[in-house]
C-alpha cells in the first residue's frame, strides 16, 4: 500500500480512535512524514483499555481455565493413574490403532478415544501372541491386552499415564468454554465468567477433570446437547436438526447413562408435531427434522465404532444368559437384530449398565450394602461439595423454580429441567454453576440489596477458593467440614474416598525408608505399585496365603469399608459375607502412620 492510500484508508491518526501505530517501514516512509506516525501512547493506552473492558468476560474465563488447567497438570505430574485408567487407556490405544471396540465396551468409546489420541504418537510396544490368554473375546483375554500394555512398556510408564490425561483436561477446559458460552447467552457474561469461576474451583470437578473416565465427558456431552437443542428450538432448520442429532450421539457415546437424551428428543418432537395437527399446519416438515435428527444420530454412534457390526459371540451369549436368567434368550435375539442397526458392542454396553444399576457393593455412612441406599447421591453431593456452593446451589435451585413458576422464565427452565431429569450428580454439576453464577451475578447488580448482595457473593468465593486451595491435590478424597468426625472411607465409598492414584506418594515413603514391599490391599496395588519401585504383597487373596510380614501394611480407604473387598479364603474355605468385608476390620480401630491424599491408610507392622 502507498503512502498516500495508507492514510486515505485510516484517515488521521489524531482523528481515528483505532488508529494506534501507523508507521511504514523505514526505508519506506519520508523522513519529513515521519512527525506524522509517531506512537501516540496515551492514545494506544486508551484503546487497550477499551478492549480489555470489551472483553472483560473473555479475558476472566481464560484466566479461571489457565489456573485451571496449571493446577490439574500439576496434579497428574504428582499422581499416578487410577485404577480404573489402568484398562481405560489401553483400550483406547487398541480401539484407534487396532479398530478393536470390544475392550471395556461397558463404557461408549468417546474418552477412550480421547485419551487414545497421544498414544498413537508414543507408540507403545505390542502385545506378543505368546501372552494372549484365554478364549477370543473373554474376559481373561481383554485383561491380558490390558495388563501386558502397562509390563510391556515399563520405561514408557509415566509418559502412558501422562500425555491421555492431559488430553482429558483439554476437555475439561472445552467443557469451561461451553458452560461459559451457556451462561452468557442466558443471563449475560458477568453470570458467565461466575459460572466459569465456579467450576474451576469445585473440587469434584478438579478431581474428574484430570481423569480418563466417562462423568466429565458425560457432563460435556449432556451440556452439549441442551445446548443444541436451545438453538434448534431458536432456528427450527434442517441444519440445525443434523447438529442436534450429533450432539444427541455425542452424549451417548461419552456414558450409557446420557441414553435419557433419546426419549428427551422424541417427546419434544411429538409435541411439536401434535400441536402442528392441532393448528392445522404442516407437519411434514417436523417428522422430517426428526427424520434428520436420528439419521445423524446413528451416524455418528456407528462412526464411532468404526461400522464394525460383528455377530455376537459365543461368549457374549454365555454372558447375557447368564447375567438375565430370566430374560437372557430374548435379550440375546433383540441384541442380534439390533447389531444390523448399530454395533453389538455399543448394545452389549447397554446391557452391562442395565445389570449395573442392580447394584453393586458400596459402604456408606458406615454401613456396607450390595443394592445400595436411593438417597447415596444426594448424601456424596452434600458432603463431597464445598459448603459456600452448597448453600449457593440450593438456593440457586429455588431462585429458578421461583422464575419458571412465577415469571414463566425460559432461560431458567433450560437450566432447572435438564437438572431434574438426572440421577448422577457430576452432568448436573454444570447446571448448578451456570445458575449459581446467575444468582450471584444477580446479587451484585441489584439495587435492594446491592452492598448485602455484594458482600455476598464475594464472601462466597473467597470461601469456594480456599476450599480449593485446601483441597490441593487431594481433590479425589475431598470432603467438606461435615464429614469431620469420622475418617473419609467411613462416609462414603468407591471414588468418593479412592481411586488408586496415590500410589507415587505411598512408594516414595517406603523408599525413603528403605522398604521395598509392603503388606497391601488397595486399588490398583497389584499393577500399579511395582512401577514406583515397590513390590506390593497381596493380604487378602483368592488363595487364603498369608504374605510375609513386612514393616508396613497399606490399606486402600475403600477396603477399609469393605466396599471392594475380593472373595478370600479364611482357615481354607471361602470366607462368608461378612468376613470378607469386615477382613481389615482391627486395622478400623488403629491409628495410622501416614495417610496419602486421604485414601491410602499405612500402618506399622508388628514383626515379632
Known amino acids: 500500500m502507498s503512502q498516500v492510500s495508507l492514510k486515505e484508508t485510516l484517515g488521521n491518526p489524531a482523528d481515528s480512535e483505532s488508529a494506534i501505530l501507523m508507521d511504514e517501514p523505514l526505508n519506506q516512509t519520508p523522513a519529513a512524514d515521519k512527525a506524522d506516525f509517531q506512537f501516540d501512547l496515551p492514545r494506544a493506552l486508551t484503546v487497550m483499555r477499551t478492549w480489555i473492558f470489551a472483553n472483560a468476560a473473555e479475558l476472566g474465563c481464560a484466566l479461571m481455565l489457565t489456573l485451571m488447567t496449571l493446577q490439574m497438570l500439576a496434579v497428574i505430574s504428582h499422581k499416578s493413574i487410577t485404577v480404573d485408567e489402568v484398562v481405560m487407556i489401553p483400550s483406547g490405544y487398541y480401539h484407534l490403532?487396532?479398530?478393536?471396540?470390544?475392550?471395556?465396551?461397558?463404557?461408549?468409546?468417546?474418552?477412550?478415544?480421547?485419551?487414545?489420541?497421544?498414544?498413537?504418537?508414543?507408540?507403545?510396544?505390542?502385545?506378543?501372541?505368546?501372552?494372549?490368554?484365554?478364549?477370543?473375546?473373554?474376559?481373561?483375554?481383554?485383561?491380558?491386552?490390558?495388563?501386558?500394555?502397562?509390563?510391556?512398556?515399563?520405561?514408557?510408564?509415566?509418559?502412558?499415564?501422562?500425555?491421555?490425561?492431559?488430553?482429558?483436561?483439554?476437555?475439561?477446559?472445552?467443557?469451561?468454554?461451553?458452560?461459559?458460552?451457556?451462561?452468557?447467552?442466558?443471563?449475560?457474561?458477568?453470570?458467565?465468567?461466575?459460572?466459569?469461576?465456579?467450576?474451576?474451583?469445585?473440587?469434584?470437578?478438579?478431581?474428574?477433570?484430570?481423569?480418563?473416565?466417562?462423568?466429565?465427558?458425560?457432563?460435556?456431552?449432556?451440556?452439549?446437547?441442551?445446548?443444541?437443542?436451545?438453538?434448534?428450538?431458536?432456528?427450527?432448520?434442517?441444519?440445525?436438526?443434523?447438529?442436534?442429532?450429533?450432539?444427541?450421539?455425542?452424549?451417548?457415546?461419552?456414558?450409557?447413562?446420557?441414553?435419557?437424551?433419546?426419549?428427551?428428543?422424541?417427546?419434544?418432537?411429538?409435541?411439536?408435531?401434535?400441536?402442528?395437527?392441532?393448528?392445522?399446519?404442516?407437519?411434514?416438515?417436523?417428522?422430517?427434522?426428526?427424520?434428520?435428527?436420528a439419521f445423524v444420530s446413528l451416524l455418528t454412534i456407528n462412526a464411532a465404532y468404526f461400522f464394525q457390526h460383528r455377530r455376537l459371540a459365543s461368549s457374549d451369549v454365555e454372558w447375557i444368559q447368564a447375567t438375565f436368567a430370566k430374560s437372557g434368550s430374548t435379550l440375546t435375539l433383540l441384541t442380534s437384530a439390533l447389531s444390523h442397526i448399530v454395533p453389538v458392542d455399543f448394545v452389549l454396553g447397554i446391557l452391562y449398565q442395565i445389570w449395573h444399576l442392580e447394584g453393586h457393593p458400596a459402604g456408606f455412612l458406615g454401613m456396607y450394602s450390595s443394592t445400595g441406599w436411593w438417597y447415596y447421591f444426594p448424601v456424596a453431593f452434600t458432603l463431597k461439595t464445598t459448603i459456600p456452593f452448597l448453600v449457593l446451589s440450593l438456593s440457586a435451585l429455588g431462585w429458578a423454580a421461583f422464575h419458571?413458576?412465577?415469571?414463566?422464565?425460559?432461560?431458567?427452565?433450560?437450566?432447572?429441567?435438564?437438572?431434574?431429569?438426572?440421577?448422577?450428580?457430576?452432568?448436573?454439576?454444570?447446571?448448578?454453576?451456570?445458575?449459581?453464577?446467575?444468582?450471584?451475578?444477580?446479587?451484585?447488580?441489584?439495587?435492594?440489596?446491592?452492598?448485602?448482595?455484594?458482600?455476598?457473593?464475594?464472601?462466597l468465593m473467597c470461601w469456594i477458593g480456599i476450599e480449593a486451595v485446601r483441597a490441593f491435590p487431594n481433590h479425589m478424597s475431598y470432603m467438606n467440614q461435615l464429614a469431620s468426625r469420622h475418617p473419609h472411607w467411613w462416609y462414603l465409598s468407591d471414588s468418593n474416598v479412592e481411586w488408586g492414584d496415590d500410589v507415587p506418594a505411598l512408594a516414595a515413603y517406603l523408599r525413603a525408608r528403605g522398604e521395598t514391599r509392603v503388606r497391601a490391599n488397595f486399588l490398583?496395588?497389584?499393577?500399579?505399585?511395582?512401577?514406583?519401585?515397590?513390590?506390593?504383597?497381596?493380604?487378602?487373596?483368592?488363595?487364603?496365603?498369608?504374605?510375609?510380614?513386612?514393616?508396613?501394611?497399606?490399606?486402600?480407604?475403600?477396603?477399609?469399608?469393605?466396599?471392594?473387598?475380593?472373595?478370600?479364603?479364611?482357615?481354607?474355605?471361602?470366607?462368608?459375607?461378612?468376613?470378607?468385608?469386615?477382613?481389615?476390620?482391627?486395622?478400623?480401630?488403629?491409628?495410622?502412620?501416614?495417610?496419602?491424599?486421604?485414601s491410602i491408610y499405612l500402618y506399622r507392622e508388628d514383626l515379632r
Open 97 to 293: 490403532a487396532a479398530g478393536n471396540v470390544e475392550f471395556v465396551h461397558e463404557h461408549p468409546p468417546f474418552s477412550k478415544i480421547i485419551a487414545g489420541i497421544p498414544l498413537l504418537i508414543l507408540q507403545p510396544a505390542e502385545i506378543r501372541p505368546d501372552q494372549i490368554k484365554g478364549a477370543p473375546g473373554s474376559g481373561d483375554q481383554k485383561w491380558a491386552y490390558e495388563e501386558t500394555f502397562w509390563e510391556n512398556n515399563p520405561e514408557k510408564f509415566l509418559s502412558l499415564s501422562y500425555w491421555p490425561r492431559v488430553f482429558m483436561i483439554a476437555l475439561t477446559v472445552v467443557l469451561g468454554l461451553l458452560i461459559f458460552r451457556f451462561a452468557r447467552e442466558l443471563f449475560g457474561p458477568l453470570a458467565a465468567v461466575l459460572a466459569v469461576t465456579l467450576f474451576a474451583l469445585e473440587p469434584t470437578v478438579l478431581a474428574h477433570g484430570r481423569v480418563v473416565q466417562t462423568d466429565v465427558p458425560a457432563a460435556f456431552g449432556y451440556l452439549l446437547f441442551f445446548f443444541m437443542l436451545r438453538g434448534y428450538v431458536l432456528d427450527r432448520s434442517f441444519k440445525r436438526a443434523a447438529w442436534l442429532g450429533f450432539a444427541a450421539a455425542l452424549a451417548v457415546l461419552t456414558k450409557f447413562s446420557m441414553l435419557l437424551v433419546g426419549p428427551v428428543i422424541v417427546i419434544y418432537f411429538a409435541i411439536e408435531i401434535s400441536k402442528a395437527i392441532k393448528q392445522g399446519k404442516t407437519w411434514g416438515r417436523g417428522v422430517a427434522h426428526f427424520a434428520m435428527t
Open 404 to 459: 419458571v413458576i412465577k415469571k414463566r422464565d425460559a432461560n431458567h427452565l433450560w437450566m432447572l429441567g435438564p437438572f431434574v431429569l438426572l440421577r448422577y450428580y457430576l452432568p448436573a454439576y454444570s447446571f448448578l454453576f451456570i445458575l449459581g453464577g446467575a444468582l450471584l451475578a444477580s446479587l451484585l447488580k441489584s439495587r435492594r440489596v446491592a452492598r448485602v448482595g455484594i458482600v455476598a457473593a464475594i464472601a
Open 524 to 598: 490398583g496395588d497389584f499393577i500399579i505399585l511395582h512401577h514406583y519401585g515397590v513390590t506390593p504383597l497381596t493380604m487378602a487373596n483368592e488363595t487364603g496365603e498369608e504374605p510375609p510380614k513386612t514393616r508396613y501394611a497399606a490399606i486402600g480407604a475403600s477396603y477399609l469399608n469393605g466396599s471392594t473387598m475380593p472373595e478370600t479364603m479364611i482357615g481354607g474355605r471361602p470366607a462368608t459375607e461378612s468376613e470378607r468385608v469386615n477382613f481389615f476390620d482391627k486395622y478400623r480401630h488403629r491409628t495410622p502412620e501416614a495417610v496419602f491424599g486421604g
